[in-house]
């Protein structure tokens, strides 16, 4: 049946009102047709009178209202099935990687069944696979050798709507000076970015993260940024630091910390707190707004890499922050281990995953426990965490020039995925090296997690070296507390135990133990006998900002003060002025740094134990050239010590120096060497 043109034109232009669309001609009849469900020759076989030609008009009048509802409808419901994009991870990647094609998490809303294309060239959509729930999209993006450098559109469409991303083919940094690893050559320096020094007052309190910032609350962000550090990259390499470990700069949640509460000091009342350390990431591919921009942080290390020092990035593959986006939404079902309702908590029992007694269940208490009972654990036994995982920590390396990486609770994943991960970066990065964390004075359980030898369970997880935790804490007990310094030579002799102890990084202490100066009885003379002992020890020394001067802190987060003078309100000004006691300590420090450039042996040498009694100590470093001698008084009055060096460079006759000037010059005599310590003190005896 045709209706009127009047009718006609009057339902198109409700039509057009209705849903924005307008509808002529045989379009808007074939709809009436469909609405009323009539077929057309058999309305025009019926008669009808004028009153029920009112009466269908108005019927199909009526049918026609409602199809243009249900038109609304249905046009409603397509934009609400529109795909919306919010994070494309990563965000760009290189021509010529050895990861190709790459892995895209797209995360956003409406992706269900969506197709990918991309605009521009040099780039192909493999395999596109969305998650369950249609809020991720796995999409495989291959890159062309020959892709020139710059960005790319990813078009994503369901149904009839789309929307775009953007992708980046990026620059390939110059690898001279870059990606360059660190060795026994060098010193590393920790430096807790928000709490070393504010370079940038703009970015203590940002708009999209206001009220986290507040000198006065021990756990609330303070300042530091990477400006600050870059101010004061001369002092550390006056210092004689050659590496510097910077705490993750990963973004953290913009708001208080409600789920981890803790009290300011011991027995207060517990605090919400911020994420200012950096271990509770929200976006893996971000930069923390508090510390700086990712342009500012490549300024930092290209700055570093000016003046010859290294970077070491801090990197968390364990778990995310408690308020990252896919604790709610998981990319997969397994994506984590447990949920944010349903999870196992960490107990704790680290020797059980080198323990080939344990059963699975006894392992995973342990591997899959999330921390405290709210650090969200990461499953790197899912295929996509690990893929994941691995292109992020090669994109940071890639897009900043970082040298090394430091990994956070090492011993909490899987070590079939470190084996794999540690691959991945060897083939793209060959001198790029990797330190685990793995908190354990025993070094039986330490040792387990060094690279170079298959365990029990088959596994090399290929991890280039270990922070020497089971040499630390002797360390203390002996030059803190005055106990027997023969623990020393005791736990050295357990390197054996290690595929290889000589790579090892000796440390007095980090942030995550009370200060040197915090443990009972602890002087300014044990702390400088301590650092005389990692500037001269096997391996690569670490140092904690403010040792170098002496800082004290108790347990976190006292153990994490601000560095005096690296703040605008600070009255003093410890970069430099120092009083007696922090210039006694600081010139300690920097003499060492001095003197392991200066001399192979305490970089290179082969160590040697000498002599050994309850309160003195004596090693030598050797080379095929030359050695240097390291000697200790830990008594209260001074010491005699009296040895033999035949197996040393050091010939009869031969003078010695102590460059620590403790004590006067030593003459071999008769393959032996003899000399009188003060107390508390230590010595460093070279060839004159």
């Not at 934009?79 to 990861?99: D, Q, T, Y």
């Not at 100590?617 to 008084?633: E, H």
Request: net charge neutral; with cysteine; aromatic share 10%.
């Amino acid at each position: 049946m045709n209706l009127p043109n009047s009718t006609e034109g009057n339902w198109s232009r409700r039509f057009a009102k209705a849903t924005g669309r307008e509808i002529r001609g045989e379009r808007l009849r074939d709809l009436t047709d469909t609405c009323g469900r009539t077929p057309k020759r058999e309305l025009d076989n019926i008669h009808i009178g004028a009153g029920q030609r009112m009466k269908r008009r108005l019927y199909f009048a009526l049918l026609l209202f409602f199809g243009a509802i249900a038109l609304m409808a249905s046009t409603s419901s397509v934009r609400a099935e529109a795909p919306e994009v919010l994070k494309v991870e990563p965000p760009g990647w290189w021509a010529g990687h050895s990861i190709n094609p790459v892995r895209v998490l797209i995360r956003g809303r409406n992706l269900s069944n969506a197709r990918v294309e991309i605009r521009g060239e040099g780039l192909r959509v493999g395999a596109v696979t969305p998650n369950s729930t249609g809020t991720c999209l796995f999409v495989d993006v291959e890159i062309s050798r020959l892709a020139k450098p710059g960005n790319r559109r990813l078009r994503i469409t369901t149904g009839t709507e789309s929307t775009e991303a953007n992708f980046e083919i990026l620059n390939l940094l110059a690898r001279a000076g870059r990606f360059q690893g660190f060795s026994t050559d060098d010193v590393i320096y920790l430096i807790m970015t928000d709490r070393f020094s504010d370079g940038d007052p703009s970015n203590n309190d940002p708009p999209g993260s206001k009220g986290l910032y507040d000198r006065s609350k021990p756990r609330y962000y303070h300042g530091g940024d990477f400006e600050g550090i870059i101010e004061h990259l001369p002092y550390l390499k006056d210092l004689g630091v050659t590496a510097i470990w910077l705490t993750p700069w990963y973004d953290n949640v913009n708001h208080l910390n409600e789920r981890e509460q803790y009290p300011d000091q011991p027995n207060g009342p517990r605090r919400r707190i911020t994420d200012y350390h950096g271990y509770g990431a929200v976006d893996f591919y971000g930069v923390e707004e508090h510390f700086g921009t990712l342009a500012k942080l490549r300024e930092l290390v290209d700055k570093a890499h000016q003046i010859g020092l290294k970077v070491i990035q801090d990197q968390v593959a364990n778990h995310t922050g408690p308020y990252h986006p896919w604790v709610n939404d998981p990319p997969t079902p397994t994506w984590f281990n447990g949920t944010a309702q349903k999870h196992l908590a960490n107990v704790w029992q680290t020797w059980s995953v080198r323990d080939p007694h344990s059963t699975p269940q006894v392992q995973r208490e342990t591997l899959d426990g999330w921390f405290v009972d709210i650090l969200p654990d990461l499953n790197q036994n899912d295929p996509e965490v690990a893929r994941y995982e691995i292109q992020n920590t090669l994109w940071w390396i890639g897009v900043t020039g970082i040298d090394a990486i430091r990994q956070d609770t090492f011993q909490y994943v899987p070590r079939t995925f470190w084996r794999d991960w540690m691959a991945a970066i060897k083939r793209e990065y060959p001198k790029v090296n990797v330190v685990g964390e793995v908190l354990d004075g025993d070094v039986a359980h330490t040792s387990f997690f060094q690279g170079g030898r298959a365990r029990y369970d088959g596994v090399d997880d290929a991890l280039d070296t270990l922070f020497d935790f089971p040499l630390m804490y002797p360390l203390r007990r002996a030059f803190a507390a005055g106990k027997d310094i023969r623990e020393l030579p005791r736990i050295l002799a357990s390197d054996p135990l290690y595929p290889n102890a000589n790579v090892l990084v000796p440390l007095i202490g980090n942030h995550d133990l009370k200060r040197f100066m915090n443990e009972p009885s602890a002087t300014i003379e044990g702390l400088k006998m301590a650092q005389t002992l990692i500037m001269t020890m096997r391996g690569t020394p670490q140092l904690y900002y403010g040792d170098e001067i002496a800082m004290q802190g108790g347990d976190d987060p006292d153990n994490r003060r601000d560095f005096p003078g690296g703040f605008p309100a600070d009255g003093i000004n410890a970069f430099t002025t120092r009083n007696e006691k922090q210039r006694s300590v600081f010139d300690h420090q920097k003499l060492l740094g001095q003197l392991r450039a200066e001399f192979e042996p305490l970089r290179r040498g082969n160590l040697l134990n000498l002599f050994a009694t309850e309160h003195q100590y004596v090693y030598a470093r050797n080379t095929a050239k030359d050695s240097v001698v390291v000697a200790f008084n830990n008594d209260t009055k001074p010491a005699s010590a009296e040895f033999n060096v035949a197996e040393t460079k050091l010939a009869n006759g031969a003078t010695l120096k102590d460059r620590l000037g403790s004590v006067p010059d030593v003459q071999v005599r008769n393959e032996r060497i003899k000399f009188e310590l003060p107390a508390h003190s230590s010595a460093i005896l070279v060839r004159k």
